[in-house]
């Protein structure tokens, strides 16, 4: 049986890469009327109301019972003036989400990012770190793709002939699929910045850059290629979650009303891991 060849691509995800036709990359397709009856999209921010152009004072609020400032309020102002200071309250709402640590200012970063680049895709190193800690973390004996990967080259690998069959490659996707895809939904990426940066994903691909046998032992060299959309799909703002809340009704009206049509964007991510092992770990 002929060895696997590197660099090898064995697991695509079953959604494709640079998918600008999924829905939450749609933009400026919603009219204020089906944002109104569709979604129920009728008080959308503090600051002012993006349908008729004027400022809001806090009178307005459906929470409030009294008026406590009512410096500018009915002011008309430009479209572009609104969207500016919905953006402003869109980066202000995302600190709720992005409390601490390394990557909580990223979603400010990429709310900037939608503002001002009109749907060119997004990358960051620190979305690198982030995917690679995530993996190599993960110690989920169940679900970690990097533990399932190390177990499958310890069983299939041939120790005779220090290679990887290329007949035993569909065990190595077989694996993936039994395991989780490193995605962004642990309690922790509620607060840390990365559950509302990335969440879950759009589509991950993974490669086997190289792989080195000798003594028993043997050294993977693994590269996970992943994405995401910024941006939110008709689902998402269906859902009482993200309906109730006021973050995702200015996120969606700046991106799919068509008097605003802010573009979402693709976020790439990367990270190579290393992974060691040899033939005799799994009969321990």
């Not at 960051?124 to 770190?129: A, I, Q, Y």
């Not at 910045?193 to 043997?218: C, E, P, Q």
């Amino acid at each position: 049986m002929p060895a696997l060849e590197f660099p090898c691509t064995f697991f695509k995800s079953r959604k494709r890469m640079d998918d600008y036709n999924a829905d939450d990359m749609r933009c400026g397709d919603l009219s204020e009327a089906e944002l109104k009856s569709q979604y129920q999209l009728n008080y959308i921010s503090d600051r002012v109301d993006p349908y008729t152009l004027t400022r809001r004072s806090s009178l307005d609020r459906p929470q409030s019972m009294f008026c406590c400032n009512l410096r500018g309020a009915g002011e008309k102002i430009t479209r572009q003036q609104c969207a500016i200071i919905l953006f402003d309250e869109l980066r202000s709402l995302s600190r709720t989400f992005s409390l601490y640590g390394p990557y909580s200012h990223l979603i400010e970063k990429m709310i900037d990012h939608m503002q001002n680049e009109k749907g060119t895709p997004f990358r960051n190193v620190v979305l690198d770190r982030a995917l690679k800690e995530h993996i190599i973390r993960d110690n989920s004996q169940e679900n970690s793709t990097r533990l399932l990967l190390k177990e499958a080259f310890n069983t299939y690998i041939n120790w005779e002939k220090k290679c990887y069959p290329a007949g035993e490659k569909d065990r190595l996707r077989k694996v993936i699929l039994d395991g989780k895809l490193p995605k962004f939904d642990r309690f922790q990426d509620n607060y840390n910045g990365m559950g509302i940066t990335v969440h879950d994903t759009w589509a991950t691909h993974i490669t086997i850059k190289s792989l080195y046998i000798d003594n028993g032992r043997f050294r993977a060299v693994v590269r996970y290629k992943v994405q995401d959309h910024f941006g939110l799909d008709t689902d998402d703002i269906l859902k009482t979650k993200f309906n109730q809340l006021q973050f995702f009704r200015i996120w969606f009206v700046l991106q799919r009303y068509n008097h605003f049509g802010f573009k979402p964007f693709i976020t790439n991510m990367e990270a190579t891991v290393e992974i060691l092992g040899g033939r005799d770990e799994n009969k321990k």
